[in-house]
C-alpha cells in the first residue's frame, strides 16, 4: 500500500524504473520475435499480420513506454538532489504522472489479449490507421491508451520545469547547474510543446475511428497529410525528447571519471538550448516524399543540417574532457565512452537523410532504420545504462558489480553494432523496411543473419543486467556517500540511499561542480544554508492512483462501447456508455475530493531526522 499511495520523488523514481523496465523486456522480446522472422529469406515464424503487429508494438512500447519512464526515473530520483532540493514542486501531480503512464501502457499492451494489437506502424499513418484497413481495436488500444499515458508526461514536463525554477539551493545559479539538470530543463520544455500536439493528433484519430468525424479519412474529405504533420510537430522533438538527458548523463559522467571540469561547460549549455530550439523546427524532414515541394524540402533540409553544428559542440567538449583525464574504466564511463563513436555515426547518417535528394533514395529502406537505432539505442540506451550505473548506489545504497557490469557492456556493444551496422549496407542494397520477409539469393540473407545474431547478443547483455540486479540486490545496502569518490554535485553528499527528507539542511552553492569546489577547499562538507529545524513534507495519497484507474476504465468503455457482447448484461454495461461515465465518474470525483480537502502535510521535527531512508 505504501508504494500506491506515495508521493516521495525517490520511490516514484523507483517505480518508474520498475515499470520501464517491465515495457523494456516486453519491447525487447517483440524486437527478438522480428529478427528470428527475418533470419532467414521466406520464413514463416510468425505471420504478416503477428509481424505487422510486433513492429508497431515494439516501436511505440520502446519510444513512448521503455525509455521515456527510464529517464523519468532518472529525473525524479536525481533532478531534486542534484539542485538541493527536498522534492518536487508538486509531489501530488508527480504520482498522477507515473499512474496514468502505467495504466495508460498497461491499457495499450492488454490489446495483445482483448481486441488485437495495433498494426499499422508506430507512426499510424493514415488511411493505414482507418477503420478502412485497420478494422480491429488495435488502433484505438494505441489512441487511447497513448492519450492516457501522455497525461503523465506533460504532467512530469511541467513539474520539473517548475521544480527547477523554482527549488534550487541558494547560490545556485542557472550557470551553477549541473549539465544533467539543464539537459531535464530543456526537455522539459520540449515535452511541453510537444505533446500537445499528439494528444490532439490522438483525440481527433479517436473521433474519426469511434465517433465516425472524418479529419484524415480521404474518402469522406479528411487529410492524411495533416496527420503526418500533427504526428511529426510531435515525433520530431520527441527524439531531443529522449536524447537531451542522455547528453546530460554522458556530460556527468565523463567528468567524474575523467577528474576534470566539464570542457566548455557554457558552450554545453547553450548548444543544449539550440539543439531542443532546431528539434522544434524541423519536423517536415521526416516528409519529404509526402509531396512539400523543392522550396519546402530545401528549407527544412538546411533546418536540419544546422542541428550537427550544437551536437558538434557537445561530442568535441566529451573529448576535451577526457583529454588528458585520470580516467577510471568502470562500466559506467564504458557505456558513456562507447556512446561517443557510436552516437556520432548515428548524427553523420542523420545529415545524410538530411539532404532531401539523397531522402527520396533511402526513404523506407533498412537505412532508416539503422540510422534511427544509431541515433536512439547507440545514443539514449547507452546513456541510460551509464546513468543507471552511475546513480544506482544513490537509488538502492548498492553499487552494481563490476564483472557483470562489464559482460553486460561488451555483450551490449558488440551485439547492437552487429546487429545495426549490417542494416546500413542492406538498406542502400535495396532492403525495403516493414517487410516480413524477403527472397533469397538477392544479397540479403548473410547480413539479415549476423543481424539477427547481433540482436541475440543485445539480449544476453540484458539478461545479464537482470542478473546483476538480482545478485546485487542480495547484498547489504552499504555505499557511501560518494562511492566514486570523485563525485561533483550535491547528491553526492548525502546518504546512500537519500534519506526521505533529502538534505537535512538546505546547501549553499558556492561555484559549478558544488561539492568538488568544497573538496578542493579542504572542506569535507558543503556548507548549509539554514540552521537545523522542521522539515515540511507531503502527505502520501491514493487518490492519484484512483483517478488514474478511472481513465483506464473509461478508454475501455469508449473503446468498446458499439460493439456486440454475448451477455447482454456487459452489452447493456458498455452499450449505453455506463462503463465510460463510471470510469471518468472516478477520476473526477478524484479530482474533486482533491480540490475541497486541505491537506496540510506533516513536519519531521529535528530529533527525528536520524533513521528516515527511503526503502528501496
Known amino acids: 500500500m505504501d508504494w500506491l499511495t506515495t508521493v516521495d520523488h525517490k520511490k516514484i523514481g ?6 520501464g523496465g517491465l515495457f523494456f523486456l516486453i519491447g525487447g522480446i517483440e524486437a527478438i520475435l522480428i529478427r528470428i522472422q527475418l533470419m532467414q529469406p521466406k520464413l514463416d515464424f510468425v505471420s504478416a499480420q503477428t509481424f505487422n503487429e510486433l ?7 520502446m519510444i513512448f513506454l521503455a ?39 498497461l491499457l495499450l499492451n492488454l490489446s495483445w489479449i482483448v481486441g488485437g494489437a495495433p498494426d499499422a506502424g508506430w507512426t499510424s499513418y493514415m488511411p493505414l490507421a482507418s477503420n478502412t484497413y485497420s478494422n480491429t481495436h488495435g488502433v484505438d488500444f494505441y489512441s487511447l491508451g497513448l492519450q492516457i499515458a501522455g497525461i503523465g508526461t506533460l504532467l512530469g514536463g ?4 517548475v521544480t527547477i525554477i523554482n527549488m534550487r539551493a541558494p547560490g545556485m545559479t542557472f550557470m551553477r547547474m549541473p549539465m544533467f539538470t539543464w539537459a531535464v530543463f530543456i526537455t522539459s520544455a520540449l515535452i511541453l510543446f510537444a505533446f500537445p500536439a499528439i494528444t490532439v493528433g490522438l483525440v481527433l484519430l479517436t473521433f474519426d475511428r469511434l465517433f ?8 469522406n474529405g479528411g487529410n492524411a497529410v495533416l496527420w503526418e504533420h500533427i504526428f511529426w510537430i510531435f515525433g520530431h522533438p520527441e527524439v531531443y525528447i529522449l536524447i537531451l538527458p542522455a547528453f546530460g548523463i554522458i556530460s556527468e559522467v565523463v567528468s567524474t571519471f575523467s577528474r576534470k571540469r566539464l570542457f566548455g561547460y557554457s558552450s554545453m549549455v547553450f548548444a543544449t538550448i539550440l539543439i531542443g530550439f532546431l528539434g522544434f523546427m524541423v519536423w517536415a524532414h521526416h516528409m519529404f516524399t509526402a509531396g512539400l515541394g523543392p522550396v519546402a524540402n530545401a528549407l527544412f533540409s538546411i533546418a536540419t543540417m544546422l542541428i550537427a553544428v550544437p551536437t558538434g559542440i557537445k561530442i568535441f567538449n566529451w573529448l576535451f574532457t577526457l583529454w588528458g583525464g585520470q580516467l577510471t574504466f568502470n562500466t559506467s564511463s564504458l557505456f558513456a565512452i562507447g556512446f561517443i563513436p557510436t552516437f556520432v555515426m548515428g548524427g553523420v547518417t542523420g545529415v545524410m537523410l538530411a539532404s532531401a535528394p539523397a531522402d527520396f533514395q533511402y526513404h523506407d529502406s533498412y537505412f532508416v532504420v539503422a540510422h534511427f537505432h544509431y541515433v536512439i539505442v547507440g545514443g539514449l540506451v547507452f546513456g541510460l545504462f551509464s546513468g543507471l550505473f552511475y546513480w544506482w548506489p544513490k537509488m538502492f545504497g548498492r553499487v552494481l558489480n563490476e564483472g557483470l557490469g562489464k559482460i553486460t557492456f561488451w555483450t551490449f556493444f558488440i551485439g547492437f553494432h552487429m546487429t545495426f551496422f549490417v542494416q546500413h549496407f542492406l538498406g542502400l542494397m535495396g532492403m525495403p523496411r516493414r517487410v516480413f520477409t524477403y527472397l533469397p539469393n538477392q544479397g540479403f540473407d548473410t547480413m539479415n543473419l549476423i543481424s539477427s545474431i547481433g540482436a541475440f547478443l543485445m539480449g544476453v547483455g540484458t539478461i545479464v543486467f537482470l542478473i546483476n540486479i538480482a545478485v546485487t540486490a542480495a547484498k547489504p545496502k552499504n555505499a557511501p556517500n560518494d562511492p566514486w569518490v570523485d563525485g561533483r554535485t550535491l547528491e553526492w553528499t548525502i546518504p546512500s540511499p537519500a534519506p526521505e527528507y533529502n538534505f537535512k539542511q538546505t546547501p549553499l552553492v558556492r561555484g559549478l561542480d558544488a561539492y568538488w569546489k568544497e573538496k578542493m577547499a579542504g572542506n569535507k562538507e558543503v556548507p548549509a544554508a539554514e540552521p537545523v529545524g522542521s522539515i515540511h513534507m507531503p502527505s502520501p495519497s491514493i487518490i492519484p492512483f484512483m483517478m488514474s484507474v478511472g481513465l ?36 473526477f470525483g478524484g479530482m474533486f475530493l482533491r480540490s475541497v480537502f486541505d ?9 527525528e531526522l536520524e533513521d528516515k531512508g527511503v526503502k528501496a
Open 14 to 19: 523507483i517505480l518508474y524504473l520498475i515499470a
Open 55 to 61: 513492429i508497431t508494438m515494439h516501436g511505440t512500447t
Open 67 to 105: 525509455v521515456m519512464p527510464i529517464i523519468f526515473a532518472l529525473m525524479n530520483a536525481i533532478i531534486p538532489l542534484q539542485i538541493g532540493a527536498r522534492d518536487v514542486a508538486f509531489p501530488f501531480l508527480n504520482s498522477l504522472g507515473f499512474w496514468t503512464f502505467f495504466f495508460g501502457g
Open 158 to 161: 511541467i513539474n520539473f520545469l
Open 212 to 219: 465516425g468525424a472524418n479529419f484524415f479519412e480521404i474518402a
Open 552 to 587: 483506464f476504465i473509461a478508454g475501455f468503455g469508449f473503446m468498446f462501447a458499439k460493439d456486440e457482447f454475448a451477455n447482454g448484461f456487459v452489452g447493456m454495461l458498455f452499450n449505453n456508455y455506463i462503463v465510460a461515465i463510471l470510469g471518468l465518474v472516478i477520476t
Open 599 to 607: 491537506d496540510h502535510g506533516w513536519h519531521i521535527e529535528p530529533e
